[in-house]
């Protein structure tokens, strides 16, 4: 999980700052310019950076418009899978009448219908 290793990765800096903090009594700029000075993964498009590599590679896709995870059904690429996943339920039980406002999506037109009226209430 790329999230919790960022987290992981956030709490041992926020750690080694507390550690400098107590041992030295530095001021607060030292601090900035300790974390300025550490590595940093940065795409080669944008300003955007982080500390994981994993997650500038997946950033650079939104360049690139690579997308690696392909739906079966229907042909659509996703930057994540986990995109692909939601992206699956649209294809599992046959609801072809979707609403645009919501995610919901129904068997029957007339279904829509009738939920459509749902949005327009006050
Ligand atoms: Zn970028
Ligand atoms: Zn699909
Ligand atoms: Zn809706």
Redesign the pocket.
């Known amino acids: 999980m790329a999230g919790l290793e960022q987290k992981r990765v956030e709490n041992k800096l926020y750690a080694l700052i507390q550690w400098c903090k107590s041992s030295y009594r530095v001021g607060e700029n030292y601090y900035s310019n300790m974390l300025a000075t550490i590595k940093r993964h940065q795409?080669p498009?944008?300003d955007?950076s982080s500390l994981l590599s994993a997650n500038v590679k997946r950033?650079?896709l939104t360049?690139t418009g690579e997308r690696p995870f392909l739906c079966n059904v229907c042909g659509k690429g996703f930057i994540e899978k986990k995109n692909l996943a939601t992206h699956m339920l649209n294809h599992t039980g046959e609801r072809p009448h979707k609403c645009e406002l919501c995610s919901k999506s129904f068997m029957r037109k007339d279904a829509l219908k009738t939920h459509m009226i749902v949005h327009f209430r006050c």
Do not use: A, K
């Open positions: 795409c498009f944008c955007y950033h650079v360049h």
